[in-house]
């Protein structure tokens, strides 16, 4: 989510505790395993709302200080994440050090449910970058606290159709806010990333009449969708200071940085990706200064953990679908929040999730 990146000249010296994305976790845990290789990490931030829910990605970090800071900053986010959705869970995330295309083995991944399945539920994972849901699915062979499975073994199916219709709400509210108005009918909205959520969030804005234009590095599907959707294509990565009135970051992380700030013409973010703020405070504080109104990431793309809450509470679609539209109503509120205390949306979006946090614990302690 939203955490700030951090640069290497700012990790401590103490390994972990110490580490500035620490952030009072309760748990980390390090898996080793020789005849696998399998090198993990799983980070819990906080189970006070339930258990920690989120995804394992594997990535060919550059160090271990990288995929210990990654996993701190992730597991800390999917906190946030599912407290200001409303959902009885907490913040994991896990981390398994190597290249999914070259090292992910059946075996390995097997390994991997195993050491999830040895937290007795504490953690429960889920797919991310370098996953498959038949990864998952493997990793279900010996542990039942994972979600994002098949749907022929129970499973509640891809997830990015609902999460680009959470970042369609959130978009709505935003453009409420900003423009007095939900309707997008007559907006000019850049999508950057036309991927699983940016196809279908680009079809959701076309078909209430927003002017699409659509940014992607894939050449061939900007191609494929231009002509699917009547959308007009920009090429490159000169985009932000295009003259739009909503842009939708939908590919990549930090796209919100110094260099770029200065440049949007935007009067509305919303869009899917994670951490879009390359530096949460600065960044939310000069888009706040600038008058452009930012729907927090975390928030308005929380679709995907609400389809796979689904399969740990057993609920089907039309609550999924219920609990998605509130993004609207949550977004609006934030924006009301942010308005009234002078407050970057970003930190009225934690205020509020942290408070939820609190009053459980609360209750807890009575
Ligand atoms: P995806 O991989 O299907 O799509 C990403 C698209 O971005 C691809 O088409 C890719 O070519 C394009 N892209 C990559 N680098 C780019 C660049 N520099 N400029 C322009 N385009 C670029 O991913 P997705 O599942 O659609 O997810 C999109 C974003 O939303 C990601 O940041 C992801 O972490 C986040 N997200 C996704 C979900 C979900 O349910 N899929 C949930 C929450 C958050």
Known sequence: MTANIIDAKELKNDPVFGQVSFDGHEQIVFCNDE??????????????????????????????????????????????????????????????????????????????????????????????????????????????????????????????????????????????YQFGSENLDGKKVLVQGVGHVGETLVKHITEEGGKVIINDINEARLEELSKKYGANVVLGNDIYGLDVDIYAPCALGATINDKTIGQIKAKVIAGAANNQLANEIKHGRLLKEKGIAYAPDFLINAGGIINVYAELEGYGKDEIIRKTENIYNTTLDIFNLSAKEDITTHRAALNIAQSRIDARKKEQNK
């Open 35 to 176: 005849d696998t290789g399998l090198k993990a990490i799983i980070g819990i931030h906080n189970t006070v709302l339930g258990p920690a829910l989120g995804g394992t990605r594997m990535w060919n970090y550059n160090s271990e200080w990288d995929a210990l800071n990654d996993v701190l900053r992730l597991s800390r986010g999917m906190t946030f994440k599912s407290a200001i959705t409303g959902l009885n869970l907490g913040g994991g995330k896990a981390v398994i050090i190597g290249d999914a295309k070259t090292q992910k083995k059946d075996a390995l991944m097997r390994r991997f449910g195993e050491f999830v399945h040895s937290l007795s539920g504490r953690y429960i994972t889920a797919e991310d970058v370098g996953m498959e849901t038949r990864d998952m699915d493997i990793v279900r062979e010996v542990t039942p606290h994972v979600t994002g499975i098949s749907e022929s073994l129970g499973g509640a199916g891809n997830p990015s159709p609902i999460t680009a219709y959470g970042v369609f709400m959130g978009m709505k509210a935003a453009a409420k």
